[in-house]
């Protein structure tokens, strides 16, 4: 299985509204990251987890709260956030520093 | 931030060509991927160059790497519409934590005319 999967697939929440992305992956992989794309723009890094702890936030703001509850899942925690925040998200897992195996994204508006 | 730039940002060509795209990075690294991404969803690898080779070839993929220049381009021959897609290199380069992450290039977004 060289899966990552995410979901959900499209979100569209309001500016008051919590919601969660989640990212699972059975590879074994034990680093996976959370990535944040603008259309026409690059993956930007957000956050790494490494064997289950965050080793780097690239100074994202605190709306977003990312969580590693064991080695298969990756969870990002939405709150209060912006009409900028729009964006496509991405998990990604890796073992070492091989190749990453990227998930579909979730597709999130912000109204 | 990006590791680098890519060029050129937007290529266009006819099926049957080939297509080459340059990737230029700022820190040393251990190897060099190139990555592709269709219509905005998940990116997929499509090779790994490490920093002790010069060429590596997969398929219809060619890349080469000059660490001395910083360096690395990826040739697509033959190409076909079911190319078109952006391409990005990536490599681990060193945050202001001095750890190291998976950061992209600039990409280029690849047309190929049928």
């Known amino acids: 299985d060289t899966e990552v999967t995410q979901t959900p697939k499209h979100l569209v929440m309001g500016m008051t509204n919590k919601k969660s992305l989640k990212c699972e992956q059975h590879m074994g992989h034990r680093a996976m990251y959370w990535y944040k794309q603008k259309a026409k723009k690059p993956p930007e890094l957000m956050f790494v987890y490494s064997y289950e702890k965050l080793s780097i936030n690239e100074s994202v703001p605190s709306r977003f709260s990312p969580e590693c509850p064991n080695s298969s899942l990756l969870n990002l925690h939405l709150h209060a956030l912006q009409p900028e925040d729009s964006a496509l998200y991405l998990c990604?897992?890796?073992?070492?520093?091989?190749?990453?195996?990227f998930g579909q994204g979730t597709r999130l508006t912000v109204v | 931030s990006q590791q680098g730039e890519e060029d050129p940002q937007a290529l266009s060509i006819q099926e049957g060509e080939n297509a080459t795209m340059n990737c230029s990075y700022k820190?040393?690294?251990?190897?060099l991927q190139w990555y592709r991404q269709n219509s905005g969803r998940g990116l997929v690898h499509l090779i790994l160059i490490r920093s002790n080779e010069r060429e590596k070839h997969s398929g219809r993929l060619r890349v080469t790497l000059d660490t001395s220049k910083k360096s690395s381009s990826l040739l697509i021959t033959a190409s076909r519409a079911a190319d078109t897609a952006s391409y990005f290199c990536a490599t681990d380069a060193q945050k202001d934590t001095g750890r190291r992450a998976l950061t992209f290039g600039s990409g280029t977004r690849l047309q190929v005319q049928p």
């Open positions: 990604a897992s890796r073992l070492g520093n091989t190749e990453a195996f």
């Open positions: 820190t040393s690294i251990n190897n």
